[in-house]
């Protein structure tokens, strides 16, 4: 699946994933853009092709672009991926070969943190449950019961405390909610508690609210050891990545009483969410939308351009991870 013509003094790019208006017409005639949806679509690329493509934008987190399709790439200078977390790219491999990734911070902070105290107040407070109630014909019998939970004799936890988790951590101050939060090193800048050991936090608190990158190094960090610490009146509020919450454990809890209620962006296996979870009335599901709104998605397209267009007019990239430092530029 190509769009443009090979040419030798052109840049070729590839658009991998989901195709939307900014990316594909976000570059001048000196760029030839390629296009490959899906892993298959990359693979039917010709050799020529591959063998020409020189940076590539990622423009969703469930298309892998992992060593073997990185591999598949050999004049490849960036990978410009769409979204903050990077977990679905093989950053270990692009350091490894020179490889440039950029992800796209700042643009979605807030709107992320958004969702995150919306999530977390719907569930507290049962908007979709007591929706229902009202839609239903019950209201007009009977007053809708009392929630159980409420923001007002909570104390939160975060877990992870990098510009998203700042950003949740001042609306919750705003709304007088008392903030601590866990992560490996404290934060700079950062004046609520510091808990370097999760299972102690989470039997400091009675919420947690998750905003930490995926990856094996996060990989089920919220299991049944934490949800038996934050206890029966426990919340949990993922806005992380599926990933990082043991989805089999948290059911298990959900059931049991172990806590109380969850509300949930992320799974394990989207857009699969296990049956158990969609039939629970303690829980809020959302079908990631964290940074789902169009003035915040466009924003973050309108940066995997610049990054690539940057990179290519010898500057350096806009937002380069950590993972690989940019040198000589």
């Known amino acids: 699946m190509t769009a443009g013509s090979i040419s030798s003094d052109k840049i070729d790019l590839l658009i991998y994933g989901p195709v939307r208006p900014i990316l594909e017409n976000g570059f001048s005639d000196h760029f030839v853009v ?126 992870g405390m990098g510009r998203i988790g700042q950003a949740i951590g001042r609306r919750l101050e705003a709304s007088r909610v008392p903030v601590v939060y866990h992560s490996r090193n404290p934060a700079d800048g950062v ?30 960090m919220i299991n049944g050891d934490v949800m038996k610490a934050l206890g029966p009146r426990g919340v949990i509020i993922n806005v992380a990545r599926g990933s990082v919450v043991d989805e089999p454990a948290l059911i298990s809890a959900l059931k049991s009483g172990t806590i109380l209620a969850a509300g949930l962006d992320v799974f394990a296996n989207e857009p699969t969410v296990p049956d158990e979870l969609r039939t629970m009335q303690n829980v809020v599901l959302l079908p990631h939308i964290g940074s789902a709104s169009v003035v915040t998605r466009n924003a973050m397209d309108q940066l995997v351009v610049d990054n690539l267009k940057a990179w290519f007019a010898g500057k350096p990239p806009l937002t380069p991870v950590p993972e690989t430092p940019v040198k000589g530029r």
Not at 34 to 53: S, W
Not at 56 to 81: C, F, G, N, W
Not at 196 to 214: Q, R, S, W
Request: hydrophobic share 40%; no cysteine; net charge neutral.
């Open 191 to 220: 004046s609520y508690r510091h808990h370097p050991d999760l299972i102690e936090m989470a039997k400091a608190v009675d919420t947690l609210i998750v905003i930490v990158p995926g990856g094996a190094a996060t990989a089920k």
């Open 34 to 159: 390629h296009k490959a949806e899906t892993r298959g679509d990359l693979e039917r690329l010709t050799p020529a092709v591959r063998e020409k493509i020189r940076g590539v934008a990622v423009t969703y987190h469930t298309v892998r672009a992992d060593k073997d399709s990185l591999s598949q790439l050999p004049k490849m200078e960036i990978v410009a991926s769409f979204g903050v977390g990077y977990d679905h790219v093989g950053s270990a491999y692009a350091r490894e070969h020179n490889i440039v990734v950029t992800n796209t911070p700042e643009v979605l902070t807030e709107e992320v943190a958004d969702v995150a105290m919306g999530l977390l107040i719907a569930t507290l407070r049962e908007f979709v449950k007591a929706d229902r109630y009202l839609r239903s014909g019950l209201w007009m019998t009977q007053n809708y019961p009392l929630s159980v939970g409420s923001l007002r004799d909570r104390k939160v936890g975060i877990v």
